[in-house]
């Protein structure tokens, strides 16, 4: 096994997050400190939220992150918008369609779901026949369900949605930077992204987007604040601090009104990691993931393995493979850990030990990891006695690369 000076282990990591960093966040994450007024300081923050909107592909005037792993940004956002007894509609298709639910319901909003089974996504009618029959003040979903690989699409229900006066939250953890998520376009009031998936930064930071209908919730609530003395209890004000995103949002805006220490090693973490994306360019960036699919869906189709799930809306940032029958879930993982430095993930609930899940994000999404992939499960299946068409997947994989290059 590789390990570097400071005795950490060098993986290739194939999961669908926490995925490899780039050497420059890494690099940059070891710069040191400064005070979080100092004008520097501030500079960073505004080039943060100009790539931010670049990322989220939106005009919106608030983008910034808030400190946490990914789900702060769902709390943050779900707490900041949800009164208690508003109506929220929950459209569930994996497990963090289920982590959606759990956070609204704890800030006591009236939860209705609607549910697919796992590997399916909804069809835009199905979510817009609930919409009319519940009127709720705010939709949230899951945009690439990581739990189950798939993609759900949006554009059809963020116009709804827009046209009657609903909110449309939207869980991007998985997809932002490496598939397209159109906030104006599809019209997403807001949007909830991580730094560990298709941004390839470490985990810490949950960047997220909103427009003025959000905002207007918050200044409102805001108000209701001011309005209160010291612990008097309001039913409609924010119930977090950490979370509160009208706070928040003060200290991301040209008052820096303190709210809490930024957490500065990450948002130069953060910087760094968008400053990548731009120079890739979101549409290189969006192709060099699907190349990438593409080999590694031909590799394992001429390896012989099935894939789970609809085809029609795989997330192109994970494959989920059906483990072949007889094969050890754990075991096949724990070689390719120990032998090969390479991690793919298992997943939960009723999929437990039925697939594994290879990610395909950010940097860990590269010619050199599918082929060093490929090679190393092919040979993990054949020591654990399941049948493939040996030797057929590198090459077909090879194939890929290679005619994209006589193109
Ligand atoms: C990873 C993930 C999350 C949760 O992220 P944490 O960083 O673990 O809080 C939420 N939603 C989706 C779709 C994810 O893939």
């Not at 669908?16 to 070891?30: A, C, K, Q």
């Not at 928040?248 to 953060?270: C, F, G, K, V």
């Not at 298992?346 to 999929?351: E, I, Q």
Request: include cysteine; hydrophobic fraction near 40%.
């Amino acid at each position: 096994m590789v390990y570097t000076d400071l005795n950490t282990p060098i993986r290739t990591i194939m999961t669908p997050g926490p995925v490899e960093v780039d050497p420059r966040v890494l690099r940059v994450m070891s710069t040191p400190v400064i005070g979080q007024f100092d004008p520097e300081f501030l500079n960073i923050m505004n080039e943060t939220m100009d790539l931010l909107k670049y990322v989220f592909q939106t005009n919106n005037q608030w983008a910034y992150p808030v400190d946490g792993t990914s789900r702060s940004g769902l709390e943050a956002m779900l707490c900041s918008v949800i009164e208690p007894g508003d109506k929220v509609l929950v459209p569930i298709f994996g497990r963090f369609g289920h982590l959606i639910y759990e956070i609204a319901s704890r800030y006591h909003a009236d939860v209705y779901t609607i549910e697919k089974e796992w590997g399916e996504v909804f069809d835009p009618e199905e979510i817009i026949t609930a919409i009319k029959k519940i009127n709720p003040k705010l939709v949230a979903i899951v945009h690439g369900e990581t739990s189950t690989g798939r993609l759900q699409p949006l554009e059809e229900l963020g116009k709804f949605c827009r046209e009657n006066d609903i909110l449309l939250v939207v869980d991007a953890v998985a997809t932002l930077g490496g598939v397209d998520v159109k906030t104006d376009d599809w019209c997403l009031d807001a949007v909830i992204a991580g730094t560990q998936k298709c941004l390839s930064v470490p985990s810490g930071l949950a960047p997220l987007t909103y427009n003025d209908r959000i905002e207007k919730i918050l200044l409102e609530r805001k108000n209701i604040e001011r309005g209160l003395s010291e612990g008097s209890i309001n039913k409609r004000r924010i119930q977090s601090n950490y979370f509160d995103l009208s706070q928040i949002q003060d200290y991301w805006s040209p008052d820096r009104l303190n709210h809490h220490t930024e957490a500065t090693s990450m948002l130069y973490a953060l910087r760094e990691g968008l400053r990548l994306v731009k120079e890739e360019g979101l549409k290189a960036r969006f192709e060099r993931h699907l190349l990438n699919e593409k080999a590694l869906l031909a590799g394992l189709k001429a390896l012989g393995v099935e894939l789970f799930g609809d085809n029609r809306y795989k997330m192109p940032v994970v494959t989920c493979i059906n483990i072949p029958d007889g094969i050890n879930d754990e075991s096949v993982r724990a070689t390719l850990l120990h032998d090969f430095g390479i991690e793919i993930a298992g997943t939960f609930g009723p999929l437990k030990g039925q697939i594994w899940r290879v990610g395909t994000m950010g940097y860990s999404c590269s010619k050199k990891n599918i082929l060093h992939f490929l090679g190393a499960f092919e040979a993990v299946l054949i020591k654990e006695g399941a049948q493939v068409n040996r030797g057929e997947g590198l090459q077909a994989a090879l194939q890929v690369y290679d005619n994209i290059r006589g193109e």
